[in-house]
């Protein structure tokens, strides 16, 4: 629509998008008084006739990339020719019509948008009215692009710190991975209960001491101490932490053969301490090759990589059980904790705190509580709690992921809200009660798998020929063109680099790093074949 001998402007749904009188001018300002800082993903709503846009692309670093994004399909159809001629051989700008956040992540998954590496912030631009129609929509995909942002780079640093620990674990594990179980799916048939460490843990306890033996009962490491201290022995304790700390939870364990449900990437000393069956599931922690081939030589669950042992829990009791009738009842994972008191009555940390408690040192000390990023917040019961932003943000994925999930009923009556079914104690007790199933065993939720063991130990001698030659070919300087494509298979060498997110490459400094992780994966798949040598005489 003609607006006043000044250009162009859009009337739509009975309304101008443009200014009437001088529809560029606006537009034209707004592309200006932005500065693009490098590494930027910049987001430009509704692009319409693309005014603006030439200013804003000229202020585009290199390292920068810009998606147009239309969520109307007609104002995408109509305005598509205008912006093609202005993007027009530009490779870093991409026009899309989308109706939903899902639908923009999947063209990223898809490689069809840039990855999240390249990018440290994202920039929302609003250079038409059209903005105005999706609001919400537009702003909630700015939220959804920010958070993607950050959590590739927190994702980044967790890997930076514990990425070759989590493949050095993953290939000692193979070792005990042929004469561990496989868990059978949806063989529970009685009740389940899953419990973490948290402060609601302890009121719970009653409850558990009158019905364990009516339920299965799954319990995260860390409230393993508080259960066997009263007299409560879980069927399975859930493994995910990779670190020497957390052996201090399996102290007085040993005995009980209680069966450990363990993360591949899990610490694989603490796998024989109770002495019970161990089976093994895999969460991808990072999509990558190496992962995918290890997938196909075993034969174990795979899961999504949640990053809390108590959302692994609650997805292995969903596995497990039979039906959706099958009633789960959560405790324990509050999500948050009060002062001077991170975790229930006989958890490591409650032990620490009351050995190290002394006149300098009493129990009631702020640090223990108040961290640099915690931060009150109301919570199921109304009462004040603390949390910290993983800890809150493992709740939100919770309460997402597990909301509308029929019949998982939380029974705590304290901590963060978790979206679920709420029940007292007396009314998951009468549950408990009316149901007449028969008792599920251990024997029934593992079973051996004999095929398992055949192909993790090629897998492991070709890995280790593998890793051989690409040591030669490094050392001598041959056959330089077979070293990228082997590294982009075993990106284990190299993942936990800083710059491990990028492409491998023949770059010197590069292959010295990589040649000094060789060595550590070499004897680590010796001691697993090893392992399996010796069980088998």
């Not at 749904?13 to 529809?23: D, E, I």
């Not at 430009?44 to 585009?60: A, C, D, H, W």
């Not at 239309?70 to 305005?79: H, N, P, R, V």
């Not at 789960?328 to 409650?350: A, Q, V």
Request: aromatic residues 10%.
């Amino acid at each position: 629509m003609p607006a006043s001998g000044q250009g162009f402007s859009v009337f739509y749904r009975n309304r101008y998008l443009y200014s009437r009188y001088n529809p560029e001018a606006a537009s034209v300002r707004t592309a200006e008084s932005y500065t693009v800082l490098p590494q930027t993903l910049v987001m430009v709503f509704s692009p319409l006739l693309g005014y603006g846009l030439k200013e804003l692309i000229e202020r585009l670093p290199q390292d920068c990339s810009m998606i147009l994004i239309e969520a109307d399909e007609a104002l995408f159809k109509f305005s598509n020719e205008h912006i093609q001629k202005l993007i027009k051989d530009r490779p870093n700008i991409y026009n899309i019509c989308i109706s939903s956040g899902s639908a923009l992540f999947s063209l990223f998954s898809q490689k069809l948008l840039p990855s999240f590496s390249n990018f440290k912030r994202c920039l929302p631009v609003e250079l038409s009215g059209g903005a105005q129609l999706y609001r919400q929509f537009y702003h909630s995909l700015t939220a959804l692009i920010d958070n993607a942002i950050n959590q590739f780079w927190r994702n980044r640093i967790t890997l930076v710190k514990l990425g070759r620990l989590y493949a050095r674990n993953i290939f000692k594990n193979l070792g005990k991975l042929p004469f561990s179980s496989d868990l059978k799916s949806n063989s529970v048939s009685k009740p389940i209960v899953v419990c973490g460490s948290g402060l609601s843990l302890e009121s719970a306890v009653p409850f558990l001491q009158r019905n364990s033996d009516d339920c299965f009962v799954i319990t995260v490491d860390n409230a393993l101490m508080p259960l066997l201290s009263n007299g409560i022995f879980p069927d399975a304790i859930i493994a995910v932490e990779s670190q020497l700390a957390v052996e201090k939870s399996y102290i007085g364990s040993a005995g009980t053969k209680i069966a450990i449900i363990a993360d591949l990437t899990s610490r694989p000393h603490v796998l024989n301490l109770t002495g019970g069956d161990v089976s093994f599931f895999m969460s991808e922690y990072e999509q990558c090759n190496y992962l995918e081939r290890i997938k196909k030589a075993l034969n174990c669950m795979v899961i999504p990589p949640l990053g809390s042992v108590g959302l692994a829990a609650t997805e292995i009791a969903l596995i497990l059980r039979k039906d959706e009738n099958v009633p789960i009842f959560i405790c324990g994972l509050d999500f948050c904790f009060k002062p001077c008191k991170t975790h229930c009555k006989e958890s490591p940390s409650y032990r620490t705190l009351l050995n190290e408690c002394s006149r300098l040192a009493p129990l009631l000390r702020g640090e223990v509580s108040f961290g640099i990023n915690s931060y009150f917040f109301a919570g199921k019961d109304g009462k004040p709690g603390i949390t910290t932003p993983s800890l809150s943000n493992y709740g939100r994925t919770f309460a997402a992921r597990y909301g509308r999930v029929p019949n998982l009923f939380d029974i705590s009556s304290e901590g963060m809200e978790l979206n679920l079914e709420r029940r007292d104690l007396s009314s998951a007790e009468e549950i408990i009660q009316n149901r007449s199933e028969s008792s599920v065993s251990n024997s029934t939720v593992l079973q051996r798998n004999t095929e398992t063991g055949k192909n993790i130990k090629q897998f492991l001698l070709d890995e280790l020929e593998s890793l051989e030659k690409l040591k030669f070919r490094m050392i001598n300087g041959t056959e330089l063109d077979e070293i990228v494509p082997s590294l982009k298979q075993r990106e284990y060498l190299y993942l936990h680099f800083p710059d491990g997110y990028k492409e491998p490459c023949l770059e010197k400094s590069f292959l010295n790093r990589v040649r000094a992780e060789i060595d550590f994966f070499i004897k680590d798949i010796q001691f697993s074949l090893a392992t399996i040598d010796e069980a088998s005489l």
